[in-house]
């Protein structure tokens, strides 16, 4: 998701409209969300704020004492208020707080910021991770905490050993003085909590960093590679019953007839019972004293639904209606231009580009734990906007959003899919653990969802036909761009659609068209309404408009025999200083144009600029027996000050990976008869080790502040890729994905 910078101070009005009581009263109060932030406040060795400062000094997400916990023995744990899901937040954001409060970085630990008001992005003011912004939007924010919970401990050893804090240092956490004197964090924790937290304070010059910039392994890598490290499904609590659910086959549709009685024969299986499901559908509820014994209850279930008055869609069928659409104007403009051109240039490209659904696929299956007593809930899992999350679960059980409490987990990976507006996994956890107590069984409930559930009945990425005619002259001057989107909203129905849904054309269908080129182009759009559940998949709109993008101006540049890298340029016209460093850097570092590749082997180039941050690639490539096969890439990265280079050099090659998934055949989600026909990696195919390229990441210098990570390494690699393809054959890059043999 990429929220404009402009709308993101009314942002925090969509939470405060989405967490209204499940009675109907008012929408909550801010005072109200203090009350609810309590016990995450109470979790830090400090008090929220001295006595000697008002209510109003600072914000909570301002505020040292929710983030940072020093123990006598130095060990300083960071609280992160994003979900840590793979992308290195947890690291990256205690690098930046321990970086201003010098702290000894073998002692840092990190830990998960709860539903509380002070975890909220401080750009959008609501629980948020997503859209790349962990690092972006918390630079500032963690700098300043870091800064803060020095200057406490400063003004604590100051004041101990009767000495002004100017004539006192701290380095690898500790405090030191004239005379010798030493004292370390741990020593002083407790003396500093007595200390006001200082409205103002003084940063470091980025000339002294020791911590940002370095290449910093991660707070989790070891728990991680040894199996220690605990997810959201790992969690236990004492009489827990584990819950799957048979969904309807057909999205929307409701069980008709229940033949339990196999079902309730298997050993550990407590109770069958009928549950909402998402989109008005009912589905039946195994409970049981483990998973397994639930999945075989599930499995035996006789079951008849019933499909009538629900769309049954068959994407094949949805494909020609989309290419239907896509020959007329959209009635909705994003761009416009004159286009008087198009008809007499010289030379023109008419082209059709389709793009399947697609599912996000986390190794960590979905799950959701729920202990409710009929008047409090309190929930586990991985999430990523735990404020929506906790205020549905509120209106599904009943409750005031006070009486819920969320605890983030880690999370295995999500894409996107932790994060979406009607909370369909949480409120079905909530539906199961509200009908198991009206059924007389009082205990915690982990609704579990199978990797098969979720490829089969899950969110998806939309799919989308694009169709272009542009016209230009022999030289590759675009005279016209005429171009028309297919594809669902994401936005539309949800609580963001007022502000991102901009007349009509929801804003990440269109994001990355154009730019950062100077094209004449006229946008219209075509939202079909679609009975298949969509999101937004990692790097979302980008993840086909990059596509279209790059592979056309590859078109255009063959076809007016130009060199791929020079008419980008050209079409930048020096107003683009970042995307040209990125792309001359990959062009420099792949020795592009200069070395000798392999008989068979070509290069192809592709740009983009997602979530603030500009990738290039030069990917290299041959074919063999028809099949395409993706050897090297080098990457070119702009994203401003590096903070942890090599989780950016992580992020992406793990971004580039998943591009190439969608490359790869069988990386599609197809629907017959309203039924998806995947169910598993079987069926789903995802890149995997033999497909893995070598990835070469280079990152251009900067000191301006961070811009995103997570998600702009994607959409490139396809349209790099692909125009490597296209060199090799002579003919147009693929215009579907995935590729076909070639």
């Not at 009908?435 to 009082?442: P, V």
């Not at 030069?618 to 096969?629: C, D, H, L």
Request: charged content about 20%.
């Amino acid at each position: 998701m990429h929220f404009d910078p402009a709308i993101a101070a009314d942002l925090h009005h969509v939470l405060s409209h989405r967490v209204t009581a499940a009675d109907g009263a008012a929408p909550l109060e801010r005072r109200s969300f203090l009350k609810l932030g309590a016990a995450g406040f109470a979790l830090g060795v400090f008090p929220l704020r001295s006595s000697s400062q008002t209510a109003d000094a600072l914000k909570p997400t301002q505020q040292p004492a929710a983030f940072v916990q020093i123990e006598r023995d130095g060990t300083t744990t960071v609280a992160v208020n994003r979900l840590e899901f793979g992308q290195g937040a947890h690291t990256g954001l205690a690098m930046v707080l321990a970086e201003e409060l010098d702290a000894d970085w073998t002692k840092v630990r990190a830990r998960h910021g709860d539903a509380s008001p002070a975890y909220v992005d401080p750009a959008f003011g609501m629980h948020l991770t997503g859209g790349s912004n962990s690092i972006h939007n918390s630079y500032m924010q963690y700098r300043e905490l870091g800064a803060r919970m020095r200057a406490m401990l400063v003004a604590a050893a100051a004041q101990q050993w009767n000495t002004e804090p100017r004539f006192l240092r701290t380095e690898n956490g500790a405090v030191t003085g004239p005379g010798g004197r030493r004292a370390t964090y741990g020593e002083l924790a407790d003396a500093a909590m007595k200390q006001p937290v200082p409205q103002k304070i003084r940063l470091k010059d980025p000339k002294q960093f020791r911590l940002i910039g370095k290449p910093t392994r991660r707070l989790d890598a070891r728990a991680k590679s040894t199996g220690q490290q605990a997810f959201g499904i790992d969690v236990r609590l004492p009489g827990m019953l584990t819950a799957v659910v048979a969904h309807p086959p057909v999205y929307g549709a409701k069980v008709k007839t229940v033949d339990d009685g196999a079902a309730k024969a298997v050993r550990g299986v407590k109770a069958v019972l009928r549950v909402p499901t998402d989109r008005g559908g009912v589905g039946v509820a195994v409970l049981a004293d483990g998973y397994w014994p639930a999945r075989q209850g599930r499995d035996a279930l006789k079951l008849e639904w019933d499909t009538s008055g629900v769309e049954r869609v068959d994407t094949a069928q949805l494909l020609v209606q989309y290419r239907e659409l896509a020959r007329q104007p959209g009635g909705l403009k994003h761009f416009d231009a004159d286009l008087s051109e198009l008809d007499h240039a010289p030379n023109r490209i008419t082209a059709e580009f389709a793009f399947p659904y697609l599912a996000h696929a986390p190794m960590e299956p979905l799950n959701c734990t729920v202990a409710f007593d009929g008047q409090k809930a309190e929930l586990w899992m991985g999430t990523q906007m735990p404020g929506f999350d906790a205020a549905s679960a509120a209106s599904t059980l009943g409750v005031a959003p006070e009486a819920v409490k969320v605890n983030t987990q880690m999370a295995g990976g999500g894409f996107g899919r932790r994060a979406i507006s009607t909370s369909d996994y949480v409120v079905e956890a909530c539906q199961v653990a509200k009908a198991a107590r009206a059924a007389g069984l009082n205990a915690p409930v982990r609704t579990l969802w199978s990797r098969e559930d979720d490829i089969k009945g899950g969110y998806y990425r939309p799919m989308h036909v694009h169709r272009a005619q542009i016209g230009f002259d022999v030289e590759g001057n675009i005279l016209a761009w005429d171009h028309v989107i297919v594809g669902q909203s994401i936005l539309k129905g949800t609580p963001f659609e007022e502000y991102l849904v901009k007349d009509g054309i929801d804003s990440t269908a269109v994001e990355g068209m154009r730019e950062p080129y100077a094209i004449p182009m006229r946008l219209t759009v075509h939202h079909p309404q679609v009975n298949v559940p969509v999101l937004w998949w990692r790097s979302v709109g980008s993840t086909h408009t990059a596509y279209v993008m790059e592979t056309l101006l590859d078109e255009v540049a063959r076809a007016s025999k130009q060199d791929p890298v020079a008419l980008r340029l050209k079409l930048m016209g020096g107003k683009h200083p970042r995307h040209a460093a990125a792309l001359k850097l990959a062009v420099e570092k792949s020795g592009y144009g200069k070395r000798k590749l392999a008989p068979g082997h070509a290069w192809g180039v592709a740009l983009h600029e997602s979530f603030n941050t500009v990738v290039a690639y030069v990917a290299e490539a041959s074919i063999e027996k028809g099949v395409p096969k993706l050897h090297h890439v080098t990457a070119g990265v702009h994203c401003n000050l590096p903070v942890n280079p090599l989780s950016i050099e992580t992020q992406i090659q793990g971004a580039a990976l998943m591009g190439l998934s969608t490359c790869l055949p069988g990386n599609a989600i197809t629907l017959k008869d309203g039924v998806v026909e995947q169910n598993n990696f079987g069926e789903y195919r995802v890149a995997r080790m033999p497909d893995m390229p070598l990835i070469a990441v280079h990152i251009v210098p900067s000191a301006e502040p961070p811009t995103g990570i997570g998600e702009p390494g994607l959409p490139p690699l396809a349209p790099a890729y692909a125009n490597a393809i296209a060199r090799l054959t002579g003919k147009n890059a693929p215009r579907e994905l995935p590729f076909a043999t070639v």
